[in-house]
């Protein structure tokens, strides 16, 4: 099966920078990036690997390598404390979504 | 400004059937893939289902196969989700979302409803 793995927490000071990476086994297809605070519908942060959508602010960024893609967040905020999820699609097409990530604003 | 509102979510006894519906406006519904992504409590996100634009294709997690049925009403600008057969591990909040790219069964989302929850107990 297709898994996408992501560490289940991170921890940040306020201002520094943030990584969450996602591996999976075939990450061939592009990745996409999700924030969800509690209670709350996600919200796209990334697309196509390394697209920011509209609205979006430049602290947030992605990047790619071979089968593991980043989200980086720089100067991070209280505001950015939340959960982050990966996503992307399997060989037959269909979406998975990786396993979470915990960000906690210290 | 596109608007995904969910509904018909509540109480169902193990083995019972429930049908959740997403009332889509603000964009040509008719256009887009759409899909249902479901969040047990405490957990992660887990895709459902998704749709085709006219209705001709529909995929599925192993874990629902054979048990729901995605479908869709273009006239009512509406998505569906049959749920028969409800196990405990199905209980969850169910969102129904909407790729940012029409025709696209691969893109991101980009709108999301805002949940209905779904509670599987005797």
């Known amino acids: 099966s297709y898994e996408l793995t992501q560490p289940p927490s991170v921890s940040v000071s306020p201002g520094q920078t943030a990584r969450i990476t996602c591996s999976g086994n075939?990450?061939?297809?592009?990745a996409y990036w999700y924030q969800q605070k509690p209670g709350q519908a996600p919200v796209l942060v990334i697309y196509k690997d390394s697209e920011r959508p509209s609205g979006i602010p430049e602290r947030f960024s992605g990047s790619s390598s071979g089968t593991t893609v980043t989200l980086t967040i720089s100067g991070v905020q209280a505001e950015d404390e939340a959960d982050y999820y990966c996503?992307?699609?399997?060989?037959?097409?269909?979406?998975?979504f990786g396993t979470g990530t915990k960000v906690t604003v210290l | 400004e596109v608007q995904l509102v969910e509904s018909g979510g509540g109480l169902v006894q193990p083995g019972g059937s429930l049908r959740l519906s997403c009332a889509a406006s603000g964009f040509t519904f008719s256009s887009y893939w759409m899909s249902w992504v479901r969040q047990a409590p405490g957990k992660g996100l887990e895709w459902v289902a998704n749709i085709h634009q006219d209705g001709s294709d529909k995929y599925y997690v192993d874990s629902v196969k054979g048990r729901f049925t995605i479908s869709r009403d273009n006239a009512k600008n509406s998505l569906y989700l049959q749920m028969n057969s409800l196990r405990a591990e199905d209980t969850a909040v169910y969102y129904c979302?909407?790729?940012?790219?029409?025709?696209?069964?691969?893109?991101?989302?980009?709108?999301w409803g805002q949940g209905t929850l779904v509670t599987v107990s005797s």
């Open positions: 979302a909407r790729p940012r790219v029409p025709y696209s069964s691969s893109a991101a989302f980009d709108s």
């Open positions: 075939a990450l061939q297809q592009y």
């Open positions: 996503q992307s699609t399997d060989s037959s097409g269909t979406y998975v």
